[in-house]
């Protein structure tokens, strides 16, 4: 313990001797969680439309206000043929072409039914999807209107109304920040502590000081574990600055127990840590060690379920995502903080991570040799 201490001392020392360094160690995750939220919107709006109305009824023109008056759409072009509409969609201008026939109100009141085309540009996979199923949304809100105006009532008076009341559980409000705040954070952890952790033993062997340690008489896990535990806490202070920042700007906060959460977080960033040591003692420079920590680092986000559902991925990318660490650490994030789930709930991630962490240490000290 007395070799640790020491060594603890000195780590530390060589931290915050570089005050930049140590700045943009709290400032750049402070900057980024305030500005990903508010960029990675999940809320598709301003989708640019073009309208080719042949009808030009009074029917035509209130479903045209009705889709504008929705505030998803930008009417961007009203043309006379679905022609002069389509050079808008390859000039990039528009999104979506509605295209409404002639005859639409007379077959809508006489015929009580009526097609109406929809094109949608799907350079854009998930604009096309949403702006498709906005506009669906809002033509069937439109068709129920209609319906309900032309059926008369005295004849359905008889039959009983059921109305139907949705309740959202955990965001109620669908706020998208609600859901992917959390796992922003998981990421800016990952990254700060596997970046620091990886660059460290590399870093004295560029310098030539890792001669010195090797020559004294400490032992291989003394010396991983004084090269971890620093960075560990670091970690911990800035996962909390997180956590306050997420409460003050956005107004969440951790419906479930703070003592699981950061029983979580402890385990976790041993294994986080315990891969960037072991990346560090494998390689020579430290270009080598942020190329190889960069690969690995967006291999975890895009298979951590993130941005993309692990449910909706192939079943080869749902088997990788099993050695996935920063996949178990999201799920826990919004377990807890958004369901208000237990230790017995985020136990079996406990026990993935754990160990990740006895594997990926105990690699990294049989790896670091004393000796050339």
């Not at 700045?23 to 709006?45: N, S, T």
């Not at 309900?148 to 059921?162: A, G, H, K, T």
């Not at 109620?172 to 800016?188: D, R, S």
């Not at 999201?330 to 377990?335: A, D, K, L, S, T």
Request: with cysteine.
């Amino acid at each position: 313990m007395r070799t640790l201490r020491f060594l603890l001392k000195k780590e530390f020392r060589q931290i915050f001797r570089d005050k930049a360094i140590v700045a943009l160690i709290f400032f750049m995750p402070c900057i980024q969680l305030i500005v990903m939220p508010l960029a990675a919107d999940y809320e598709v709006r301003n989708v640019n439309l073009a309208v080719v109305d042949h009808d030009k009824s009074p029917y035509s023109q209130k479903l045209i206000s009705k889709v504008i008056a929705s505030g998803y759409f930008r009417l961007q072009g009203y043309n006379s043929s679905f022609h002069e509409a389509f050079k808008l969609i390859e000039s990039d201008k528009t999104d979506l072409i509605l295209e409404i026939p002639q005859g639409f109100e007379r077959n809508l009141i006489r015929e009580d039914k009526q097609r109406l085309f929809v094109a949608v540009n799907a350079i854009n996979g998930t604009k096309a999807n949403l702006g498709g199923s906005y506009l669906s949304s809002i033509i069937g809100a439109f068709n129920a209107d209609m319906r309900m105006q032309l059926v008369q009532q005295p004849r359905y008076s008889q039959f009983p109304v059921i109305d139907i009341v949705a309740s959202n559980w955990f965001n109620p409000v669908l706020n998208y920040k609600v859901f992917i705040v959390p796992g922003i954070l998981a990421i800016l952890v990952t990254m700060v502590g596997g970046f620091l952790s990886a660059l460290n033993i590399v870093k004295e062997k560029e310098i030539g000081t890792i001669e010195q340690i090797n020559v004294t008489p400490i032992k291989k896990h003394i010396f991983i574990l004084g090269k971890l535990i620093p960075f560990w806490v670091l970690a911990i202070i800035i996962f909390t600055i997180g956590l306050i920042l997420a409460r003050v700007i956005y107004g969440i906060a951790p419906v479930g127990s703070l003592l699981t959460l950061y029983l979580f977080i402890a385990v976790y960033l041993l294994t986080v840590l315990g891969f960037g040591l072991l990346v560090s003692t494998l390689c020579d420079t430290q270009q080598q060690a942020m190329f190889i920590m960069f690969f690995f680092m967006m291999v975890f986000i895009l298979l951590g379920g993130l941005f993309t559902s692990i449910d909706s991925m192939p079943d080869w990318a749902k088997f990788i995502t099993r050695f996935n660490p920063v996949r178990y650490m999201i799920e826990v994030m919004r377990m807890i903080i958004l369901k208000g789930s237990g230790l017995k709930d985020v136990l079996p991630h406990l026990a993935a991570v754990s160990a990740m962490a006895v594997v990926l240490n105990g690699w990294a000290i049989l790896n670091y040799k004393k000796t050339n």
